[in-house]
């Protein structure tokens, strides 16, 4: 693996081929860093959508992806229109497995108490590409002790 400097940091050519199908008539999402995990997802509707408080909508992307199988795409906030403007992903993270090859979709809620405008082109979400591992049950009778236990909600405490 080739290593490199960019604004600073080094860094490791980590780049996966991914394909890619874009029905919207915005640019592919791409990384606004080098250190970047997440590329913005953006809104490809029509016309403008109005989200009223505490409404949700499915907000289509136009974009379509292969998966390798291992990987799954997260569907995640953008963190400066969940704290400016209180509108951010309902099913956080949401995930895309890589198996499906429908249109990415954005399931967005305003949780503000002020209508928020929704328009095309408009960087509404983001995706982050990351390994998966399956797991395999294995039934057994008890468990090994640890000293939280069944300690639950809450139980280690605050500070």
Same mark, same amino acid.
């Given at each position: 693996?080739?290593e490199?400097?960019a604004d600073?940091?080094k860094?490791? &050519?980590l &780049?996966?081929? +991914? ?5 919207s008539?915005?640019? /592919?999402?791409?990384?606004e *860093?080098?250190? #970047?995990?997440?590329?913005? !997802?953006?809104?490809?509707? #029509?016309? #403008?959508? +109005?989200?009223?408080?505490l409404?949700?909508?499915v @907000?289509?992307? =136009?974009?379509?992806?292969? /998966?390798?199988v ?8 953008? #963190?400066g ?5 209180? @509108?951010?992903? !309902?099913?956080a993270p =949401? ?5 499906y090859r =429908?249109?990415?979709?954005v399931? /967005?809620?305003? !949780?503000s108490?002020?209508?928020? *405008?929704? &328009? &095309?082109?408009?960087? +509404?979400a983001? /995706? @982050? +590409? ?6 395999e ?5 008890? !468990? ?5 236990g069944? =300690?639950g909600?809450?139980?280690?405490g @605050?500070k």
């Open positions: 693996m080739r490199f400097i600073g940091i860094t490791r &050519n &780049n996966m081929e +991914i394909k890619i199908i874009n029905k008539n915005h640019d /592919l999402p791409h990384y *860093t080098i250190a #970047s995990a997440g590329m913005d !997802l953006r809104a490809s509707i #029509s016309e #403008s959508r +109005i989200l009223k408080p409404e949700r909508s @907000v289509g992307t =136009g974009i379509f992806i292969e /998966l390798p291992g990987m799954e795409a997260q569907v995640r906030p953008r #963190s229109l969940a704290a400016k403007k209180g @509108v951010t992903v !309902l099913n =949401g995930t895309i497995d890589a198996d =429908g249109e990415i979709g399931i /967005l809620v305003n !949780l108490n002020q209508e928020f *405008t929704i &328009n &095309n082109g408009e960087r +509404i983001q /995706l @982050v +590409i990351a390994k998966h591992e399956r797991a049950w294995i039934e057994v009778e008890e !468990l090994t002790d640890t000293s939280r069944e =300690g909600f809450g139980s280690t @605050v």
